[in-house]
């Protein structure tokens, strides 16, 4: 994840020697580039963009602008396939208060559906991100239930780096102290996850993270951890297809609990798409009561002393402001309302399914 | 294509009997509703949208507030697995003068790519739209040529229906005539395309098309004439996966014809961007200088006669007004300039892959 185009021109003059194969995957208003580096040739990419993030209005927080999505980047090595998927979830400002959980389950549901539908030809699939979820989210429970990847961390047979395999630790001078008191340790959100697909089998036999500053440096590399895996694949008879299907009720569990988390969100947004609705109708209301009043005063029609002008063109100003304003919220919310809906009839759906087909 | 979410509802009714599967696609603001109907059971779907539809200021074309997307739906029908896709490009308002086309050829581009990556494990690709292309336009043979897709159309065995197979037809009471006075046949949009990816083959038996009217009533079925094909799939002993690398030098060319026009777009999308940007810049300078005007008439610091009251707030009113408006556009352009660099660097990308291994 890298803010500017100019910083992955930078990366790229730098890692060009080891990683001479690259791709930015452009999305949002600014930065929001995820970018690949790979020493294998990169055969062919895709980028899918969330429908849903965040809200353009919440500036202080600025995800809606760096525009949050998935890339896949094909590689193979050895002629094995590689489908590496590359991503950046909402962060979470509130724990306690999470407003933008909808949105992230949202997005991590859509990273499911994407990687299930994108990886049917590959041999090894990899997710590698800032998923800004704890291991036991429910979002991140999701992901790995419907899409059956491992998580590196808890399969690596050595690891070495901060403790709990956390990214996101109070030493690092970027973090925000207050958000990390209740987690002394720090938290674990970037992720390195894999599968294998066909005839493979993959084990994780190290997994590191970076720890503190630049040797010689007072600054850290970034503000979370790096994470680097050293994964093993093997080429193996059968085919372990089935595997998955002995986590379905579990599944069934975690559909359903991020359902009730999609139906809360889209109450909210439904509420926010009617009082935004509602404003842009008052304001509207108010216009035409003034150009009535108006042309009223113009013809003459009303007796007695007419508004002071003043008062009345900043009255209109305001109310065309309000108006416009009122209106673009009112699309995005209903926009907003869409995907809610459309998700949580998916979610139904797969419910549905896992129901009748145990 | 239907409007609204009732009138999903509405045919799901009706068409309960024959066709007991469906699925409808949300997006956008209004209807944007792509849906499918199926007499086999739907086993899966994923919506991919568009990155680029259109402007939403340009209210009198209303694409942006459809919300273009295409939609995939797999479906088995004795063991054969069939990747659907159903989507909807962005119109075109005047043919001499298309500003849209770079628009469309992303569309058609982010089309092809999800096309290609997600029909990997399909046995047979089936898409069916409104892609509001002519059979001959440039987006049409990038379309074709990246996927390897067959216009059911030029294929059919038996055809019947309007000539040449028009779905835009100027005896349908809902065309504007004068957009269609250079085709007095009218044009075909619409298509069904098709090709098998692994030991399959399909041919198209029969085509056909409604013409005009629903009988015994005045008005037709819809704006466009329906498209209906029959296509045969029978199983064959070997796979015809090299079949397409005969066009390859044909794909160079479309695909240099269609990174042009986006390039063109391109350089569109700067110039409203700083164009946009310049005036968000000039209002914002104008705040400040009344704001600066302002502080020193308050102080006593401005001798003589202050602005006229009503002049000044009306002033700082518009300028708050454009400001918003002008940084609301702005970010919109700067979102069109990135995927549409975006698209232009995976088209060039693939042309030099085209040229490395002829």
């Known amino acids: ?63 809606w602008f760096c525009g949050k999505s998935v890339g896949l980047v094909i590689i193979k090595i050895s002629g094995i396939v590689f489908n590496v998927y590359v991503t950046h979830l909402h962060a979470e400002y509130c724990r306690e208060k999470d407003a933008y959980l909808p949105h992230r389950l949202v997005q991590a549901w859509e990273l499911a559906q994407f990687i299930r539908h994108t990886s049917k030809a590959a041999d090894v699939v990899l997710l590698g991100g800032d998923l800004n979820m704890h291991p036991e989210d429910v979002g991140i429970r999701l992901l790995r239930g419907c899409t ?29 102290k207050t958000e990390l008191l209740p987690f002394p340790l720090g938290i674990r959100i970037d992720y390195i996850l894999y599968k294998a697909i066909s005839s493979f089998t993959v084990t994780c ?12 440096r007072d600054i850290p590399l970034s503000d979370h951890e790096a994470v680097m895996a050293t994964l093993h694949i ?37 509420r926010q798409r009617y009082s935004t609705g509602r404003m842009a109708v008052l304001a509207l209301l108010l ?24 008062s009345f063109s900043l009255l209109a100003f305001l109310a065309i402001g309000v108006f416009l304003l009122a209106t673009a919220l009112y699309l995005f919310h209903a926009i907003e309302v869409k995907m809610l809906q459309g998700t949580e009839e998916q979610m139904r759906m797969v419910l549905r399914a896992l129901q009748e087909h145990p």
């Open 234 to 270: 093997r080429r193996q008879g059968q085919a372990v297809g089935a595997a998955g299907g002995t986590a379905e009720p579990a599944l069934a569990d975690v559909v359903t609990e991020a359902r009730l988390e999609v139906a809360v969100g889209l109450r909210a947004a439904q």
């Open 1 to 63: 994840q890298v803010w500017s185009e100019q910083d992955y021109s930078d990366l790229k003059v730098k890692l060009g020697g080891c990683y001479p194969f690259s791709h930015y995957f452009r999305s949002g208003v600014i930065g929001s580039g995820l970018c690949v580096f790979s020493r294998f040739p990169i055969l062919d990419t895709l980028l899918y963009q969330y429908s849903l993030n965040g809200y353009p209005y919440m500036l202080q927080h600025g995800d």
């Open 205 to 216: 036999e190290e997994l590191k993270t970076t720890t503190g500053t630049v040797p010689g």
């Open 287 to 310: 216009l035409v009561l003034q150009v009535v009043g108006a042309l009223g005063t113009l013809g003459g029609l009303v007796a007695g002393q007419p508004f002071p002008k003043l």
């Open 148 to 176: 059956g990847l491992r998580d590196a961390f808890a399969e690596a047979t050595r690891f070495e780096g901060c403790e709990d395999g956390c990214t996101l630790v109070p030493n690092n001078c970027f973090t925000i």
